[in-house]
């Protein structure tokens, strides 16, 4: 009896692993109406940390084993959820997993670091608070005495270099184990460098639990694996951004016969419960597209993926976007996959361009320059949002693709009207006020604030004129008129020509191509820092509150 009593022992922190993981799931729900996450997802996360797992395939030490499991449990869960979820809020899940494992580090040092009387600052652009903001950290009891035992030097360096995360000075002693460095480097990171917290939490996380952490696969045909025939397959996306061309893309791979239904009409609701039927019989696969249109019919489907016994190799696609109508049921006995509109200019003018590759053959030749400055105005009109509402837009107007097929299509109309047959037209013919008006009211149409309209209004006449033609034309005007930082639109006529132009642009544009001040990007970070430490908070109060109700009772 003692020796199953210490194997107990020995076992038990898994089952407490397992029961702070779940926990943690449990609560997601708090940052998306969309993180829902069920008892058998987290069992299948589980067995596949238990069976199969090639870490564990040659080692015999049980104490060992016991080790890997745990990392295992943590790690897996990691990569299979941050599938489900935005990527602003993958790395709140790994904070939240670090600061839940069993891994010795210092956790009132989070506390300290999540406190909302800890302010945070970004002192490279606040200089002058400098001395204000030591005070008050010399008086915090995780510090005292601490800040002096870094040289003026070490800290000018911290408060100037752009990526300060790499320079916190050293102010604990040498036996302090590598968490709690790394934890209070974050803590420093917040008090005074508040725009890296982000990524210094990223730091932290990868020491926890190894730096593959953040290496996800997102490979659909992986997921398609992992869940039974009875479990939908749930594409999420954020407004205006279609992810089902990644099933059309798997059907194609994989060779399987997949039926295609878009919901939006009584007919598609009949097609779509007769195909569902269908291939659960034969054992093939469906796509049906937009559901959100059809919350009734999700009502309807729960019940049905209950009794329905299909065939072990049917699958059931659901492509969506993100509605709270949505129901909560149906999530948790789905695998939701969360997928966003590309993010940077680049990406953005990539996907758009790309969507034209037949219309941009036809005559005149204008047409193709027009689609570009088109394709560059959609992609800066959306990329703003990523700004607000403090900057960019003061609101989060709902932009999509079928804005900047409408305004290709005011081209189209408007070009060939001026043109007729001809080949070419002079850019000084083209209806300029009529397509910038119809455009400017097309992606206007979103927007209820007014001087949000009049920035809009202004990046149109901005970017769709005829001087656009000229050689050297800049989009963008460099910081203070400089060649450094200024946008110059290609020569050329033909798509791959603007098409190459993309490829080169920088993956992460500089906020002045957007039509903000040059520091916009360190305001961005500071407020991703500031809700990174909210969502934090959010989370971790409702799951103490948990554990206190359960020691309660």
Not at 184 to 205: G, H, N, Q, T, W
Not at 534 to 542: I, S
């Amino acid at each position: 009896m003692a020796e199953v009593d210490e194997i107990t022992q020995q076992y038990s922190i898994i089952a407490r692993s397992c029961s702070t993981v779940f926990a943690v799931l449990e609560q997601l729900h708090y940052l998306n109406h969309f993180y829902q996450f069920s008892l058998q997802y987290f069992l299948d996360i589980f067995h596949s940390v238990l069976r199969g797992n090639p870490n564990l395939a040659n080692e015999k030490d049980h104490n060992v084993r016991r080790d890997i499991i745990v990392k295992d449990l943590f790690v897996s869960a990691f990569k299979r959820t941050a599938l489900g979820l935005l990527q602003r809020d993958r790395i709140t899940l790994a904070m939240l997993l670090a600061q839940a494992s069993p891994y010795p580090m210092d956790k009132g040092l989070i506390d300290v670091i999540l406190d909302k009387r800890v302010e945070g600052k970004d002192l490279s652009t606040e200089p002058d608070a400098r001395d204000e903001a030591f005070a008050r950290a010399g008086h915090f009891s995780a510090l005292k005495d601490k800040l002096g035992r870094a040289a003026s030097t070490d800290w000018d360096t911290f408060l100037t270099e752009e990526l300060a995360e790499n320079f916190v000075p050293q102010i604990w002693d040498d036996n302090t184990s590598a968490n709690d460095q790394a934890l209070l480097s974050l803590l420093l990171v917040k008090l005074f460098r508040l725009d890296r917290f982000v990524p210094a939490a990223e730091r932290f996380v990868t020491l926890v639990f190894g730096s593959d952490l953040f290496d996800i696969v997102e490979d659909l045909k992986e997921a398609v694996t992992q869940v039974p025939a009875t479990r939908p397959v749930a594409l999420v996306s954020s407004p205006g951004f279609d992810a089902s061309y990644k099933v059309d893309n798997l059907v194609e791979r994989m060779r399987v016969n997949c039926t295609n239904i878009a919901m939006g009409s009584n007919e598609g609701l009949a097609s779509a419960d007769k195909a569902v039927t269908n291939a659960a019989q034969t054992g093939s696969w469906v796509l049906v597209k937009n559901v959100h249109l059809a919350p009734s019919w999700l009502q309807s489907l729960e019940k049905r993926m209950d009794s329905l016994n299909p065939h072990s190799d049917f699958r059931l696609f659901l492509s969506m976007e993100s509605s709270p109508k949505i129901p909560v049921n149906l999530l948790r006995a789905s695998r939701v996959l969360m997928y966003e509109q590309p993010a940077g200019v680049r990406a953005n003018m990539k996907d758009s361009m790309s969507s034209l590759s037949t219309r941009s053959a036809k005559s005149p030749v204008e047409r193709t320059r027009l689609y570009l400055l088109l394709a560059f105005l959609h992609a800066v009109v959306q990329e703003r949002l990523r700004y607000a509402p403090n900057l960019g837009w003061k609101g989060f107007w709902e932009f999509n693709d079928s804005d900047y097929e409408c305004s290709a299509f005011i081209i189209d109309t408007w070009i060939e009207q001026a043109a007729g047959t001809r080949t070419n037209i002079a850019p000084q013919s083209i209806p300029w006020d009529m397509i910038r008006y119809l455009v400017t009211e097309t992606y206007g149409g979103k927007i209820d604030d007014e001087g949000d309209f009049r920035q809009l209004n202004s990046l149109v006449e901005s970017f769709l004129t005829p001087a656009a033609y000229d050689i050297g034309h800049k989009l963008v005007e460099g910081p203070d008129g400089s060649e450094e930082g200024s946008l110059v639109v290609p020569s050329g006529t033909s798509l791959p020509e603007f098409t190459a132009w993309i490829h080169k642009l920088p993956e992460r544009e500089p906020p002045t191509y957007l039509g903000l001040p040059a520091n916009a990007e360190k305001l961005l970070l500071v407020g991703l820092g500031r809700s990174l430490i909210g969502n934090l908070k959010k989370v971790m109060d409702t799951l103490d509150e948990g554990e206190q109700l359960m020691a309660e009772a």
